[in-house]
């Protein structure tokens, strides 16, 4: 059984500029989680994906957007870079909406 | 809102020996699990031990093992015989029965002295 996994691992940006990071959940999971977890802190809750919708999302501004294919995998887009972007980034999956969640390694993304 | 509040940012344990992580919570709701999740420094946030709410009964997991005192809406950590392996930073969280969103304490990190 393939676990969860992201790519990339490390990713520096500048200012402005978009960036998209992506997720394959782990085998038999059709429910995507991404969570924003700044330097010392825990995660923030970004959006869930369900068989292709949004599913619920957090205190974060439209820049900040999703897609999940028909494999179940999944994409975090973020429009017009900040600094405060800064972050590292994690996807987890879950067999359904409200199921115990499974992470992946995590993308850290620096915004210079 | 739901908070989940870890008071104690870093503890100290000495090898072999049992050490106690605290978390508190504050919600509404009924219906919730509990988690406790280990994060070591290659970042990927593993499963711990997860508590229902309607459960009475602790849940344990070979050297792991919560408190769930639900009136008082806390949920603490108890690590037995801790290993080197167990230092990493430990976060508790919350999410409602029918929710979709796991919220996260600020996390406790956990040295182990050997």
């Known amino acids: 059984e393939t676990g969860v996994t992201q790519s990339p691992t490390h990713l520096i940006k500048t200012r402005g500029q978009q960036v998209t990071l992506r997720c394959s959940s782990q085998s038999g999971h059709n429910t995507v989680s991404w969570y924003q977890q700044a330097l010392g802190q825990g995660p923030q809750f970004i959006f869930q994906?369900?068989?292709?919708?949004?599913?619920g999302r957090g205190n974060f501004p439209p820049r900040f957007s999703g897609l999940q294919f028909p494999n179940y995998s999944s994409e975090l887009n973020v429009n017009a870079l900040e600094l405060d972007d800064s972050a590292l980034y994690l996807c987890?999956?879950?067999?359904?909406?409200?199921?115990?969640?499974?992470f992946g390694p995590g993308t850290r993304l620096t915004v210079t | 809102a739901q908070t989940v509040t870890q008071s104690q940012p870093e503890m100290s344990v000495q090898e072999a020996e049992t050490v106690t992580l605290s978390c508190t919570y504050d919600?509404?709701?009924?219906?919730?699990?509990l988690f406790w999740y280990k994060q070591p420094p290659s970042r990927q946030m593993i499963l711990v031990i997860r508590q229902e709410a309607y459960k009475q009964q602790n849940a344990t997991e070979n050297r792991f093992s919560v408190n769930f005192q639900k009136a008082a809406k806390s949920f603490s950590l108890k690590i037995s015989d801790s290993q080197l392996g167990d230092a990493a930073m430990y976060f508790c969280a919350w999410v409602h029965n029918a929710g979709n969103m796991l919220t996260f304490g600020g996390g406790t990190r956990l040295m182990v002295k050997p």
């Open positions: 994906y369900y068989r292709e919708e949004e599913n």
């Open positions: 919600t509404s709701e009924s219906d919730y699990y």
């Open positions: 987890a999956s879950s067999l359904r909406p409200n199921y115990e969640q499974y």
